[in-house]
């Protein structure tokens, strides 16, 4: 069973997505539409655009389209159902449960169910006897009670069986289990085993509260030392951060980015609420759009290690990607939050926060690095020096920053700073041009559709696809014009498949009087429904007369009638002359 049109319908009406989407991100009037920095991937330059007449979006930058149950899914990492009770609870309405199928919604559940009660377990088991060891080494690291009772830490037991083994007897079964990654089949095949066992335990938190996964680390030797719940369909490594749950509420513009679980906590004790880390993964893209929507700066405090290095060059990238101002904070002696933390005992917060006021951002930092290599005392090292320095300040996008850095360069070195800026532009047009290439061969590959894996028909049939997808467009925003149309045309006169199907969806539900866009985001995978907002929303774009609409079916019924390479296997040399003409007419 289904929601009905209705329901959805109302849901919408009573869920604006401008208003919802204003919550998450800034959002500017451009014409009729609004304009903002895409939630879901990083940018400088706005290209998520919200179609306030139909309440659609769509993101130009990444191809994410949708509805406000889509948008609600995707930025709250929610399934269907679960997207549309959040929606019907914010605007009061009762869900029609008897309608609704929600197997995969019931499982989500179920996960985060055992997951909290997996959480009650460890804990309770860090608490009790066997589990002295993990409780003294947490103090050890100088954790209070109520630090680790805030974050739920806890104790798996060296049993290889005890959860599975607490949550069964709770009901839960060995399906569930496996999903949530809690437990895996024994090599065996005849049971399940914990995945964690004899590890200090850091629940994983979302934004709404819910245990969705766990950290485990070794209290001795041994490896791996941190082990991670792999992803589930409650839990993806790439897109959460620990203690993302703390940090929105904590009163700071700024965001502390860690390496691990524990400086996050012991920040957290200092007075750092905005401390979060990754989950056992390099810094992805998504992560730096997540923390986008909360801050405005982040501070990156990595340990000062090699390694360390590695990840805060690689994190200034992505980040600066993201659109988000970054700083870099070094923590003195090599370091990790952690240890300085604990070195400095009830003075921890002033000795940090002294830090973090001092530190400055990742250009300074950059160019820190960079100078620590070279011997700026000879000839050789300036010039090494300067040509690295100058390649960094190439990929700075504000000209009032490209001088400034320009300046401090031509005083450390002692470099004309005209030399200096010289280099600089010459850099520039390089990495424009580079980018200019980059783009059109993007472009060259969109036009030939070579990768279109929703329409996977388009670029064998470039020229039929164009007016499939405008004749869509049209009928979506014409539905008085289905008779008109289907006068002319029918769905088994268009030549892809997937464009068929949406003529034929539409139709369908205008024939039926109701609104052909209520149940979109209920019918179509999140990449067709991408895909459909797109050709909707085209709309504006292209044109829309009738005399249009007459040329968009004249196109498909000449393609349509084309013959098949199969149909002129015997065919005559003019026959097979005009076949080949006939396919580079379609790719125009």
Known sequence: MRLSDDFLSELKYRNDLSEIAAGYMQLKRRGRNLVGLCPFHGEKTPSFNIYTENGSFYCFGCGVGGDVITFIRKIENLDYIEAVRFLAQRAGMTMPEDDVDD??????????????????????????????????????????????????????????????????????????????????????????????????????????????????????????????????????????????????????????????????????????????????????????????????????????????????????????????????????????????????????????????????????????????????????????????????????????????????????????KASVMEQVDRLMKRRRTDRRRTEFRDIEKRIAARDDRVNPQHADNLRAVRAEENLIAFLVNNPDKLDHITSRITADDFVTDFNRKLFTYFSERIKNGVDPMASVSADFTADELSRVIRIVTSYSFVSSTVDAMNEYIDVILCQSARPSLTDIRDASDDELKKYLQDLKESKK
Do not use: W
């Not at 066997?130 to 080494?137: D, E, H, K, S, V």
């Not at 399940?192 to 335990?201: E, G, K, L, T």
């Open 103 to 416: 197997s995969m919604s019931r499982m989500r559940t179920r996960i985060y169910e055992a997951n909290r009660e997996a959480a009650r377990f460890y804990h309770a088991a860090l608490t009790g006897s066997g589990g002295q060891a993990a409780l003294g080494y947490l103090r050890s690291r100088a954790l209070s009670d109520s630090t680790i009772r805030h974050f739920g830490l806890g104790y798996a037991p060296p049993s290889r069986f005890a959860l599975a083994d607490h949550l069964r007897s709770k009901g839960f079964s060995e399906s569930e289990l496996i999903a949530g990654n809690l437990v895996f089949r024994s090599r065996s095949g005849k049971g399940v085993v914990d995945r964690f066992a004899d590890r200090v335990m850091f629940p994983i938190i979302d934004l709404r509260g819910n245990v969705i996964a766990f950290g485990g680390r070794l209290m001795g030797d041994g490896k791996p030392k941190y082990l991670n719940t792999s992803d589930t369909v409650v839990f993806s490594k790439s897109s959460n951060l620990f203690s993302l749950n703390n940090a929105k509420n904590a009163k700071s513009s700024s965001l502390i980015l860690c390496e691990g679980y524990m400086d996050v906590i012991s920040l957290c004790q200092a007075g750092f609420a905005e401390a979060v880390a990754t989950l056992g993964t390099a810094l992805t893209a998504d992560q730096a759009a997540l923390m986008k929507r909360y801050c405005d700066d982040v501070v990156i405090c990595y340990d000062a290690d090699e390694a360390g290095r590695k990840a805060t060059a690689r994190a200034i990238e992505i980040l600066r990607r993201a659109g988000v101002n970054v700083r870099v904070l070094t923590i003195p002696d090599g370091k990790d939050p952690d240890e300085f933390l604990r070195r400095h005992g009830d003075k921890a917060y002033e000795a940090f926060k002294n830090l973090l006021d001092n530190t400055g951002n990742d250009i300074d930092y950059r160019l820190y690095q960079l100078r620590a290599r070279y011997d700026m005392t000879s000839s050789s090292g300036k010039l090494g020096y300067l040509s690295d320095a100058v390649a960094v300040l190439s990929s700075l996008e504000n000209p009032l920053e490209r001088d400034i850095y320009a300046s401090k360069l031509s005083d450390e070195t002692g470099v004309n």
